[in-house]
């Protein structure tokens, strides 16, 4: 019996003027769930029904993403890069981070760039969820995949500028909107990457549905503070050079046009074997 590990589906985004046609794998949520002996008990003993509640079919988070990369390599020649946002470890473990590790150094062995923001789970255990301790011992250990610094970091891949904001607090940082506009500055086309999509009405439905709540940020989701809506100004801004978002975090499909203008792309999670091919172009 033949098992279906990896649900690759394609997408596209048009932007006016590209010179050439762009190939990016969109990967998030494989929630990779390794631990070793090291773990204290009640560590291991919170991942552990994790580990069996994500076996889709009984296959493991590890097989999925292997299964994601084994598609990369047979495929790099037809990628231009990687995007990566968030929550593809459960909890940063000694051997989660070892593992990712391995992941993207095979990527640097295939001359594939890639973009990572963090999510939620990836720098925080269950124990210490979100503590000033998590955030200054293990936050930090994700700056070396993400150009330094885990908050803001922007990356050209071609004719493609990516700017990766890290909101997995269920909020923007006092500050970051003010990054943002300053990264903005002189780009024409931005695809903004980040963990917890915005709010759109289009998407609560589906999102109520799932999560029995909206988790997204702003309008009738989380609203921890007000700078959402300075970012999503940003956005929407008549010259704003954001195309389009790309997000993960819901675990399940969805498309939904922000303000009515600009596309918020949601891809379900690796850990079920879902990836987005986007094709970026100029029509
Ligand atoms: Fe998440």
């Known amino acids: 019996m033949s098992v279906k590990y990896t649900d690759i589906r394609p997408r596209k985004i048009v932007i006016p003027g590209l010179q050439k046609s762009y190939r990016f794998l969109h990967i998030t949520d494989a929630h990779i769930l390794l631990y070793d002996e090291n773990e204290t008990p009640d560590r291991a003993d919170y991942a552990a029904p994790r580990v069996a509640m994500f076996a889709e079919n009984g296959i493991s988070t590890t097989r999925r993403l292997d299964a994601i990369w084994t598609y990369i390599e047979e495929n790099a020649a037809q990628l231009d890069g990687v995007l990566l946002t968030g929550d593809i470890l459960d909890y940063p473990s000694e051997p989660n981070l070892a593992y990712l590790r391995v992941k993207l150094d095979k990527l640097e062995q295939l001359s594939l760039p890639y973009v990572f923001v963090v999510g939620n789970h990836d720098w925080a255990y269950f124990n210490d969820y979100h503590t000033p301790h998590s955030k200054q011992a293990d936050l930090p250990r994700f700056a070396a995949f993400s150009g330094g610094n885990t908050l803001i970091h922007k990356q050209?891949?071609?004719?493609?500028?990516?700017?990766?904001?890290?909101?997995?607090?269920?909020?923007?940082?006092?500050?970051?909107?003010?990054?943002?506009?300053?990264?903005?500055?002189?780009?024409?086309?931005?695809?903004?990457?980040?963990?917890?999509?915005?709010?759109?009405?289009?998407?609560?439905?589906?999102?109520?549905?799932?999560?029995?709540?909206?988790?997204?940020?702003?309008?009738?989701?989380?609203?921890?503070?007000?700078?959402?809506?300075?970012?999503?100004?940003?956005?929407?801004?008549?010259?704003?050079?954001?195309?389009?978002?790309?997000?993960?975090?819901?675990?399940?499909?969805?498309?939904?046009?922000?303000?009515?203008?600009?596309?918020?792309?949601?891809?379900?999670?690796?850990?079920?074997?879902?990836?987005?091919?986007?094709?970026?172009?100029?029509e």
């Open 156 to 282: 050209r891949i071609g004719e493609v500028t990516f700017i990766a904001l890290d909101n997995t607090e269920e909020l923007y940082a006092d500050g970051l909107a003010e990054a943002l506009e300053q990264a903005l500055q002189g780009e024409e086309n931005v695809l903004l990457m980040q963990h917890i999509p915005l709010c759109v009405d289009t998407l609560v439905p589906d999102t109520v549905s799932y999560w029995n709540r909206d988790i997204n940020i702003g309008a009738t989701g989380i609203q921890k503070n007000e700078n959402w809506k300075k970012v999503q100004q940003l956005i929407l801004a008549p010259q704003s050079p954001v195309k389009a978002l790309i997000t993960g975090h819901l675990h399940f499909w969805h498309m939904d046009m922000l303000g009515g203008k600009t596309p918020q792309y949601i891809t379900a999670n690796a850990a079920n074997g879902s990836a987005a091919l986007f094709t970026v172009c100029g």
